[in-house]
């Protein structure tokens, strides 16, 4: 537990996260609640309850709902949009482009195998954040821009009761936002990826351009080939005829393709992977032992983010409700929130009310290993 009397955080190593632990004015909270009961007052033709929830989670307030779309959506070059003329300033401005599709994907390699593209900049539409203006002495936030979602006139109240719990997360927010650069310690040093010796050279050394991959696990019995027998077969006879090379590459790119395609053999072909072929993991550093760099003194009443002037923030409010005929909740798919688009960096959680229900638990992960 790092911190004063008033600021009091605590860090998790494992995890790379921090919990704000604050002593919330007990009327702050009742604000809460009572500012946001005009949200949960809509007809039921108008709540919009999350996808995929059952109608057990009640969006109140959500990003999705009306988010940046690239391509429709104006955007005004030459001013600030403040609260006071947000609704105001409707209509004009330029048409904001989307990004490219070349700037969208990041390709990845899996075992060296075959490659995945996976989606790390949408070109369709992004969450919009509110602006947070700082004070870097007194460390007051004041929120001076409209909340995607929670009308400035309308929901005027509940802009300071935010701008209040905006104020309690940031002495965690900055221990997050500057913990690469400050705080974590490099407990594994390695240069490189080593593996033992080939335990099956038969299986591996087939001059494809793979070399050992989860694709040379011999198929079961009952199993669909990789490929198709004939045509390989085929192209091995046409190879000695021709007295050259075959193309083992294309048989390589086949097995990936069923690799990429295929989720049971791919799980199968990842055990026996990880079984047979076990990576050279190196020692945690002796001298790292004492990894825990933050101090009390660390934790910041004010100047936060090297005393920026002002963050964005993305707000949420969402409530569960369980009924007799749904009286249990499963909890929300692992996810990490936003793509690139977004850049969200921190995260700050609080659950405002509770009530007739058994204990919770707010749960968090990390890469381990799963034998452990």
């Known amino acids: 537990m790092l911190g004063s009397r008033s600021t009091r955080v605590m860090i998790v190593i494992t995890v790379n996260f921090a919990i704000n632990i604050v002593v919330l004015i007990f009327g702050l909270n009742l604000a809460l609640q009572e500012g946001v009961k005009p949200l949960e007052a809509f007809p039921p033709e108008l709540k919009d309850w999350d996808p995929n929830s059952k109608e057990q989670v009640l969006d109140l307030v959500h990003p999705s709902l009306w988010p940046l779309i690239y391509g429709r ?37 899996e075992g060296g195998f075959c490659e995945d593209e996976v989606v790390v900049l949408s070109n369709k539409f992004q969450w919009l954040p509110c602006d947070v203006d700082l004070d870097p002495e007194t460390s007051k936030a004041k929120i001076a821009s409209y909340i995607n979602n929670l009308h400035p006139q309308g929901h005027t109240h509940l802009y300071p009761i935010i701008e209040k719990f905006i104020e309690k997360s940031l002495p965690a927010w900055d221990i997050i936002y500057d913990w690469e650069d400050t705080f974590s310690v490099q407990r594994l040093t390695t240069t490189e990826t080593e593996y033992d010796e080939c335990p099956c050279p038969v299986l591996c050394d087939i001059e494809d351009g793979h070399g050992c991959t989860p694709g040379r696990r011999p198929i079961g019995e009952g199993e669909e080939p990789r490929y198709d027998v004939d045509s390989w077969e085929e192209m091995l006879a046409d190879g000695e005829e021709d007295d050259c090379e075959p193309d083992y590459y294309e048989l390589g790119a086949e097995k990936a393709e069923d690799y990429k395609t295929n989720p049971e053999r791919r799980n199968l072909d990842d055990a026996w992977f990880a079984s047979t072929h076990s990576a050279k993991l190196p020692d945690a550093d002796p001298s790292a032992k004492d990894h825990m760099r ?6 910041k009443a004010n100047g936060f983010f090297n005393s920026s002037s002002q963050i964005q923030v993305i707000v949420k409010l969402a409530n569960i409700h369980l009924t007799p005929e749904k009286p249990v909740y499963n909890g929300g798919s692992w996810h990490t929130e936003g793509l690139l688009n977004e850049h969200i960096v921190n995260t700050a959680l609080y659950y405002y009310d509770s009530e007739n229900i058994t204990d919770c638990t707010l749960n968090f992960r990390t890469c381990a290993d799963k034998e452990d």
């Open 73 to 109: 959506f104006r955007v005004l070059n030459d001013r600030v949009i403040e609260i006071d003329n947000a609704l105001a300033s409707c209509g004009p401005g330029v048409v904001l482009r989307a990004p490219g599709s070349e700037q969208t994907t990041h390709i990845i390699r």
């Open 294 to 299: 933050i101090q009390s003194s660390d934790v």
